[in-house]
Nanobody
Framework: QVQLVESGGGLVQAGGSLRLSCAAS????????MGWFRQAPEKEREFVAS????????SYAASVLGRFTISRDNAKNTVYLQMNSLKPEDTAVYYC????????????WGQGTQVTVSS
């Protein structure tokens, strides 16, 4: 499995921006589709965004479409989540995840980074 370490979380006011990073190691990064998920207190973990190995295919949850952008740098083994126009309801622990291109489910997970948006 690939090892994932997130960074970039923090406290921001509503309307502000944050950029999350996820550094991967242990396997060939380009063999993996990468994703971001989040879990708010007392809620189930939910999908946020994902990106193919080439970056050509991206998908987003409806709640973040137009505000968040996922990208990756295969030379740096890093995936990013640029979050703009943040809302209090975006408050959650954000997790980076990876799945092999041929798999269906995400099988590698980071430890998470807290994002708190104040109103």
């Amino acid at each position: 499995q690939v090892q994932l370490v997130e960074s970039g979380g923090g406290l921001v006011q509503a309307g502000g921006s944050l950029r999350l990073s996820c550094a991967a190691s242990g396997r060939t990064f380009a063999n993996y589709r990468m994703g971001w998920f989040r879990q708010a207190p007392e809620k189930e973990r939910e999908f946020v965004a994902s990106i193919s190995w080439s970056g050509e295919s991206r998908s987003y949850a409806a709640s973040v479409l137009g505000r968040f952008t996922i990208s990756r740098d295969n030379a740096k083994n890093t995936v990013y989540l640029q979050m703009n126009s943040l809302k209090p309801e975006d408050t959650a622990v954000y997790y980076c995840a990876a799945r092999r291109n041929e798999d269906v489910n995400f099988s590698s997970w980071g430890q998470g980074t807290q994002v708190t948006v104040s109103s």
